[in-house]
């Protein structure tokens, strides 16, 4: 036997190393067979009598025919004791289904003769596997086995008009058990045709249905026509399975046995992850395939998204209370656009996590998942109240001016959680993103944890100093201060909309004028309603919630282009940029060595992928021929 193939990929190694232990050379003896294969007899714990394992025997010589015959085992339904096992009826079962769906291959359904061909379960398995009955051919044997009298219904079968198969039945004498304990050697073909002519009423059958010649000739044509329709489409299969090889080799990258061989692979590596990184900071979508089939290299995107809805955290749910609403008529609308606790209040909102992303887990000790209390509370006045009340001195018609930094401490607590949440979320998504892509451009699984190791330390620097940027602007923002003129164009909007929301229902239309007059007595009514505290404590409310919305348009920005866009996405030196050509120049021989190069088992798998393109290549050029 010159070769035992087939033997299933998952445990080829283990099975070269079988074949050592046994010392296998030119043969293997049937004993070691069933030893390798873990039949009966092997061992104590072996219960099966078949393997889904494949035994080849090839046979060559310049005589030799092209062809594959597949022996598999006929179906039994019954268990022979110490012989066959349970487990046996649907392995066997499953084999032969497995063999007869290959639409390339002659399905040979052999029966004894002498049983009822009604019974036999292999005819159903063939007209499902091969309904049009193309590739199926019918062979009786043991003619000589058939009860007297039992013959017309034999010969029905042969001359089609019983249990008909469009490719007919055939039928073949192999020797008997007497035949082979003879001492003297039989010739098998000259047995079988002195059957065939003289045996009634075998002897009256067209001579192209009896007989292994007859049969070998039908096979032929039969083969030949299968191999005339399956043509086109075992082009199709190699131009297919070519493609496929030629992928994973390039996969592979060059090959890399020297170190000027691996630094220009990462190189190369490197060169393409920015190229995809800029497509993916520029919303480039278009530019490569990889952007549909993985959502996460959309970088801008899911960088932009998250902007987004930390704007909308910090607006809904950054401030400790709701802003009283100006009391104004309706139609008049309130410009601010801080929630508010009068005529429209805010949806309730359950305590929620401030990320929107989980933790890679190699990062789960740097990045913050802290909850916060989505919901603002009301009773803005009454808490301004109280803490004016608590820090008032002696001032007259002016408040002590450290009130401010006491209310905007408790105003703005939730924007740390908020903040580190966002960029915890930032650093994630950049994370995600730079796995994903080393993925896409590298399929090797131990080259892309080298780099990562290696990448790490400078990973971890960025992602620090956006984390240590936020809360920087965090400590800064805990003082108030703003030249913005937009201050004080609010406190001055504010006081309008006030008068008008207190006014606004004494005014009354007049018809010469055409328009809404309002009397001035009315007016200095109204603006001496308030005592000193209550003026005070309402100048401070227009101060902070004037104050806020300056404050947290900033903030967000700040935020998003500082500590986030800077340090992460696309400033000069951020994550996403540190593989990059000029890093790998800098990596010392060890490293370079450390991570591209080959090991024993790429090296033999770029072998193999360099033997199969070679040999479908080959194949390739024949089939156009």
Known sequence: MEAIQGLGEPRLLETIDKLVELHIGDTVALPQVYKIMNLHGSSPSAQRSFSNDVLKI??????????????????????TPGIT??????????????????????????ISANVDIANQEI???????????????????????????????????????AHKLNLGWSMVKNPSQEDLNREEEIDRHCAERAFFRIKAPWCTV??????????????????????????????????????????????????????????????????????????????????DDAFDLNYDL????????????????????????????TPIAPGVEEIFDIAVSADTPEPAMEPTNTRETSNPPDLHDLLFNERIHATPQDGIIEWLHDVYNESRGFEIGIFNASLVPIMWKKQSSKWKNLALGYTSDIISISHIYIHHLLEEICEDDRIRKNLLAIMMDKLIERYQ?????????????????TVNHYFADNMATCNQERMKGTLQHKAFYDNTYRCSLLKLSDVGADSTNLSNVEHTVQTLHD???????????????????????????????TAVKVFSPSFVSDLTDEQVERIAGEDVSTKRKRADLTRQ?????????????
Not at 66 to 73: C, F, G, K, T, Y
Not at 236 to 245: F, P, R
Not at 613 to 625: I, S
Request: with cysteine; aromatic share 6%.
């Open 206 to 287: 067209d001579k192209d249905r009896v007989g292994t010649d007859s049969l070998r000739l039908r096979l032929v044509e039969l083969l030949t026509e299968i191999v005339r329709k399956e043509f086109n489409n075992v082009r199709t299969d190699v131009n297919q399975a070519l493609k496929t090889s030629e992928k994973k080799l390039k996969a592979l990258g060059p090959s890399r046995e020297t170190k000027e061989q691996q630094r220009r692979y990462l190189q190369t590596l490197a060169t393409r992850f920015q190229e995809m990184t800029a497509w993916a900071i520029e919303a480039q979508y278009s530019s």
């Open 298 to 325: 959309r970088l801008a995107t899911e960088v932009v998204n998250r902007n987004q809805s930390f704007s909308d955290d910090v607006r809904h749910k950054g401030h400790t209370m709701n802003f009283k609403q």
């Open 85 to 110: 096992f349970p487990e046996d009826i649907p392995n066997i079962k499953n084999m032969v289904q497995q063999y007869m769906e290959n639409p390339r291959s002659v399905i040979l359904a052999v």
């Open 58 to 79: 090839e046979v060559a010589g310049p005589d030799q025919q092209h062809l594959s015959v597949i022996d598999v085992p006929g179906i039994f339904r019954k268990v």
């Open 465 to 481: 100093q956006a984390i240590d940027q936020t809360k920087l602007i965090l400590q800064v923002e805990r003082s108030p201060l």
């Open 543 to 573: 101060i902070l919630k004037s104050y806020y919305k300056v404050a947290r348009k900033r903030f967000v920005d700040n935020i998003c282009m500082q500590a986030a866009d800077r340090h992460l996405i696309r400033g000069p030196d």
């Open 123 to 161: 005819l159903d398995m063939a007209e499902r596997c091969d309904p049009d009955g193309q590739r199926t051919l019918g062979v009786l044997t043991k003619p000589d086995l058939i009860d007297r009298g039992a013959e017309g219904s034999v010969l029905d079968l042969l001359q089609g008009t």
């Open 613 to 625: 393109v070679e040999n479908l290549q080959k194949a390739k050029e024949l089939l156009v021929l």
